[in-house]
């Protein structure tokens, strides 16, 4: 399974050959390095796990540190696993790049949705709010009842309420790969990621993608 990551720049828009307007969102995706390598016999599952980031090593703890070392990766900041079937293909420390993608690959990106703080049920989950007439100049954004007064005489477990939004891991499926520059370590992916400017996402090949 393909994968990599990257950090979220910003979106803006490209032209096809047809002149007609792509909404892009640009990614800083790679260099990645392989910083260590797991194996059904060893760990019960085949997986590699990627570094991205570079940083100098004082901004790393000592543990971390002697993990890299172990790869002869350089100080890495962020580090997250990708399960493959064969992990005997990769090599510790060896470097990933955006090239493993082409035009027209579909992908799907987790990151980490903007926060949105405290919000009621109108922001949060769409509600149409309640009637603007019969005197309720008060009511107009609120949620209502929430549940019988004697039966069930409680509120169910799951009741969708005002409460904190956004600041979740989010994936997106089935995004269109529109543009990719090895030299510059830049992919374009049709359409809106989760996440803010200079977030980082996770990159990987679809899961549902139609064949």
């Known amino acids: 399974m393909k994968g990599i990551l990257g950090k979220k720049l910003g979106m803006t828009q490209i032209f096809d050959e047809n002149g007609v307007v792509i909404p892009v969102t640009i990614i800083e995706a790679g260099p990645c390095y392989v ?26 703890k000592k543990p971390i540190v002697g993990h890299l070392k172990r790869s002869s990766a350089p100080a890495i900041r962020y580090m997250r696993e990708f399960q493959v079937t064969d992990p005997a293909s990769y090599e510790e420390g060896q470097k990933i790049d955006v090239s493993i993608f082409t035009v027209g690959d579909k ?34 954004r609120t949620a209502g009842s929430v549940g019988a007064g004697t039966t069930p005489d409680r509120v169910f477990k799951g009741m969708r309420m005002a409460g904190r939004m956004g600041n979740e ?38 899961k549902k993608a139609k064949k």
């Not at 390598?37 to 790393?60: H, P, W």
């Not at 989760?194 to 996402?201: A, R």
């Open 35 to 60: 910083t260590q390598k797991k194996t059904v016999e060893k760990d019960g599952y085949n997986a590699i796990q990627l570094g991205f980031g570079e940083v100098r090593n004082g901004r790393l």
């Open 107 to 140: 992908v799907d990106i987790t990151g980490t949705s903007k926060g949105k703080g405290f919000a009621g049920v109108v922001k949060r989950h769409g509600f149409s709010g309640g009637p603007k007439t019969h005197g309720q100049s008060d009511r107009w």
């Open 169 to 206: 891991r989010t994936t997106v499926q089935n995004l269109r790969v529109a543009l990719v520059d090895a030299e510059k370590n830049i992919l374009a992916v049709r359409g809106a990621i989760p996440g803010s400017k200079n977030g980082l996402v996770v990159i990987s090949e679809a």
